[in-house]
C-alpha cells in the first residue's frame, strides 16, 4: 500500500471515530488509489450507511464500497412478521413516505414496494426502514410514477440547478435525457461534489431513474 493510501487509510480511521453515529471498533479499513473498502461490523443498517457517508466525506477518497456486515443484537424471539409490522408502522408514521409504499421482510432483509413521486421520497422510506431494529440490509423497489414533462426541460432544470450550486462545476458535467432518465457524466473533484450532482438530477420534476456517470478525480 503506497504511502497516499496508507494516509488516506487513517483520515478515514480517524473520521470514522470521530463520527458519534458509527461504532468504529469492528470496522476495518483498506485503500487501493482512492478507493476506499470498508469491512467488518456495526450494529445497524442506519449505522452502515452512517459509516459510507463518514468515509466519502475524507478528502483523498474516489470510492467506497461498503463491505460492513450487519450484525444487530436482536431481541429473543423477535421474528420476520416482528421486523415487518415495525418497518411498515415506521413508513406510515413518517409524513414523508406516502402511503402506497410497503414492507416484506425475509431472514431480516426488507424489500420495499409500490409507488412514490420522488426520489426524496424513495429514499426517506429507505432511512427510515434502516432504522429498525433486526434490520439486515435494505432493497428498494418502490416505482417513481411522477409525471413526465418535456426532455428539454428536464435537462434545462438540471443544468440551472448544477450552476446555483457553489459546490458543483456545472462546465465539466453534462446531461442526457430520455423518457425520465437522466444520465449525469463528466468529472467532480470529490464525493461530496458527487453527491451534489446527483440529487440536483434526483430533484427534477420527471426524472424516473439516474445513469450516474461521474468519475471523481481528487486534486489536491
Known amino acids: 500500500m503506497s504511502m497516499a493510501d496508507t494516509d488516506l487509510v487513517d483520515d ?3 473520521e470514522l471515530f470521530w463520527d458519534p453515529k458509527v461504532d468504529n471498533a469492528s470496522i476495518d479499513v483498506t485503500a487501493d488509489n482512492g478507493r476506499v473498502t470498508l469491512s467488518g461490523a456495526v450494529g445497524s443498517m442506519r449505522e452502515k450507511r452512517e459509516a459510507k457517508k463518514a ?3 475524507v478528502a483523498g477518497v474516489i ?3 461498503n463491505q460492513l456486515q450487519v450484525q444487530p443484537e436482536m431481541e429473543v424471539g423477535r421474528t420476520d412478521v416482528d421486523i415487518r409490522d415495525d418497518t ?3 413508513l406510515l408514521l413518517d409524513l414523508i413516505v406516502p402511503t402506497t409504499v410497503s414492507a416484506d421482510v425475509l431472514d431480516g432483509i426488507v424489500t420495499l414496494s409500490g409507488t412514490a413521486d420522488w426520489q426524496y421520497q424513495r429514499d426517506e422510506a429507505e432511512l427510515v426502514a434502516s432504522n429498525v431494529v433486526g434490520v439486515l440490509d435494505v432493497f428498494d423497489e418502490i416505482v417513481l410514477t411522477g409525471l413526465k414533462p418535456d426532455a428539454y426541460d428536464v435537462k434545462q432544470s438540471i443544468k440551472d440547478a448544477f450552476k446555483r450550486n457553489a459546490a458543483i462545476d456545472a ?3 453534462s446531461v442526457i435525457t430520455s423518457n425520465g432518465t437522466v444520465t449525469v457524466e463528466g468529472t467532480v473533484g470529490s ?7 446527483i440529487d440536483a438530477a434526483w430533484a427534477a420534476p420527471g426524472v424516473t431513474s439516474v445513469e450516474d456517470n ?5 486534486t489536491v
Open 191 to 197: 464525493w461530496a461534489e458527487h453527491d451534489e450532482a
Open 214 to 218: 461521474l468519475t471523481v478525480i481528487y
Open 12 to 14: 478515514v480511521t480517524n
Open 63 to 65: 470510492y467506497v464500497d
Open 55 to 57: 468515509a466519502e466525506r
Open 171 to 173: 462546465d465539466v458535467l
Open 88 to 90: 411498515q408502522q415506521a
